[in-house]
T-cell receptor, first 107, second 115 residues
Framework: AQRVTQPEKLLSVFKGAPVELKCNYS??????LFWYVQYSRQRLQLLLR?????SIKGFTADLNKGETSFHLKKPFAQEEDSAMYYC?????????WGAGTKLIIKP | DADVTQTPRNRITKTGKRIMLECSQT?????MYWYRQDPGLGLRLIYY???????NKGEISDGYSVSRQAQAKFSLSLESAIPNQTALYFC??????????????FGNGTRLTVT
C-alpha cells in the first residue's frame, strides 16, 4: 500500500543549526514526491518537488530510492523557517500525505 | 493571494444537519480537490474533479457528496453531519491536463465542528 511517513511530529532546532525533516515512503512504482509548507497564518503551499531538483529558500531534498526516503534539508536554519512541513507522494495523480512535522527554530 | 476562496471559514453545526462547504477559484484551473485534515493524520482526499463533468471519489468519500457547478466552483456537502466529521477541510486547485505534477493551490480552509 502507498504510504508516506513523517516520523517526527515536532522538530526544534536553534537558528543557524542544520535541519533535516524526515520523509519515508512506500510505493511500488516510480515515485513523484513533494514537500509542502504552511507558515503561520498562510495557506499550504508547494515548497519543492523532486523532479525539479531545485533549492527553494535554501532547502533541498534528494530522493533515495534505496532507502525510500525524501528527506528535506537545510544547512543553516533561519527563524522564518518555522512552519508545518508536509511530505506528499503522487499516486495516480492523487497525493498521499504524511502527517506533517512542525518545525520550530529557536533564536 | 485569494485565488482559491473557501466559505465559510468556520462553522458549528449539530448532528444530523445538512451542511455545504463552498470553494471558488479564479485561477482558471480545471482540477479541484476536497481534503480533510485531522490532527496527526495529514490530509486525506474526499473527492476530486478533473473538469466540470468529472467527479471522482477519494480515499474517504463516505458521508460526503460534491457538486462541480462550474469550472470555478466545487462544493462539498455533508447530507447528515456526524461528530466524527469534525475537521479542517481544504479545497485545492491544480492546473491540468498537460502538467500532471503542477502544484496544488489551497484555500484557507474551513473549520467544521459537529456537535
Amino acid at each position: 500500500a502507498q504510504r508516506v511517513t513523517q516520523p517526527e511530529k515536532l522538530l526544534s532546532v536553534f537558528k543557524g543549526a542544520p535541519v533535516e525533516l524526515k520523509c519515508n515512503y512506500s510505493y511500488s512504482g516510480s515515485p513523484e514526491l513533494f514537500w509542502y509548507v504552511q507558515y503561520s497564518r498562510q495557506r499550504l503551499q508547494l515548497l519543492l518537488r523532486h523532479i525539479s531538483r531545485e533549492s527553494i529558500k535554501g532547502f533541498t531534498a534528494d530522493l533515495n530510492k534505496g532507502e525510500t526516503s525524501f528527506h528535506l534539508k537545510k544547512p543553516f536554519a533561519q527563524e522564518e523557517d518555522s512552519a508545518m512541513y508536509y511530505c506528499a507522494l503522487d499516486s495516480n495523480y492523487q497525493l498521499i500525505w504524511g502527517a506533517g512535522t512542525k518545525l520550530i527554530i529557536k533564536p | 493571494d485569494a485565488d482559491v476562496t473557501q466559505t465559510p471559514r468556520n462553522r458549528i453545526t449539530k448532528t444530523g444537519k445538512r451542511i455545504m462547504l463552498e470553494c471558488s477559484q479564479t485561477k482558471g484551473h480545471d482540477r479541484m480537490y476536497w481534503y480533510r485534515q485531522d490532527p496527526g493524520l495529514g490530509l486525506r482526499l474526499i473527492y476530486y474533479s478533473f473538469d466540470v463533468k468529472d467527479i471522482n471519489k477519494g480515499e474517504i468519500s463516505d458521508g460526503y457528496s460534491v457538486s462541480r457547478q462550474a469550472q470555478a466552483k466545487f462544493s462539498l456537502s455533508l447530507e447528515s453531519a456526524i461528530p466524527n466529521q469534525t475537521a479542517l477541510y481544504f479545497c485545492a486547485t491544480q492546473l491540468g491536463p498537460g502538467d500532471l505534477n503542477s502544484p496544488l493551490h489551497f484555500g484557507n480552509g474551513t473549520r467544521l465542528t459537529v456537535t
